[in-house]
Each structure stands twice: as C-alpha cells, then as structure tokens.
C-alpha cells in the first residue's frame, strides 16, 4: 500500500501562486508516476500534470502548460506542483496520485492511477 497525503492549498488572487505538496508513504518503491488531478463543483475530474518516478520526465495538460510546473524529491519521497499565473478556473480540490501498475508512459487517465491522496482545496479569487 501507498499513502498520499497532500498540503499547501489555500486562497489566492489571480495572478499569484500556489505551491502543492504530496508526500507519499509505504511502499514507495513500487511507484511508477505520480500525477495531480482537480475537480471543480459539478465537474468530472480532470487531469492536471504527471511525473515518472523512473527518469522524471513530465507531462502537462494544455489548460495549465507553461503556468505550472511538477517535479519531485526523491529523498523525501514528494511530488510538488508549482502554480503560477493562477487564474480563477484553476480553482478546484487538486488530488495527488500514485501508479504502482507500470501503466505506459504518459499516464494521464486517472484509471491508470491506483492511489490518492484526500485532496487539497485551491480557490482563486478574481
């Protein structure tokens, strides 16, 4: 089992920045990606961003490319999600995400994912 526990949502206005935090627990080593989704009220989940555990490499949704960055530490076992130039449909719960299947690279749908974390709300004020 893996857990995710995700940190550093809050209220910002328009033009500023979040920076999320996932810190994943237990079996680590079988992760393969992690990846961030949102949802916003009355909306289906969407995805966010991706990472690969194996060399890094990232993947980003279009509505959020070029304004948000992921990365990981791999000492501490985190993911982040740098959010900048945020706008206010950004806003939404953001949930942190964890492969251990070996889906094929980039995974983007969030069947492929297998673990979550309890979500961390964003709200963007215009």
């Known amino acids: 089992q893996v857990q995710l526990v995700e940190s550093g949502g809050g209220l910002v206005q328009a033009g500023g920045s979040l920076r999320l935090s996932c810190a994943a627990s237990g079996r680590t080593f079988e992760i393969f990606a992690m990846g961030w989704f949102r949802q916003a009220p009355g909306k289906e989940r969407e995805f966010v961003a991706a990472i690969s555990w194996y060399d890094s490499s990232t993947y980003y949704a279009d509505s959020v490319k070029g304004r948000f960055t992921i990365s990981r530490d791999a000492a501490k076992n985190t993911v982040y999600l740098q959010m900048n130039s945020l706008k206010p449909e950004d806003t939404a719960a953001y949930y942190c995400?964890?492969?251990?299947?070996?889906?094929?690279?980039?995974?983007?749908?969030?069947?492929?994912?297998?673990?979550w974390g309890q979500g961390t709300q964003v709200t963007v004020s215009s």
């Open positions: 995400a964890a492969d251990s299947r070996g889906s094929s690279w980039p995974i983007f749908g969030d069947y492929e994912y297998n673990y």
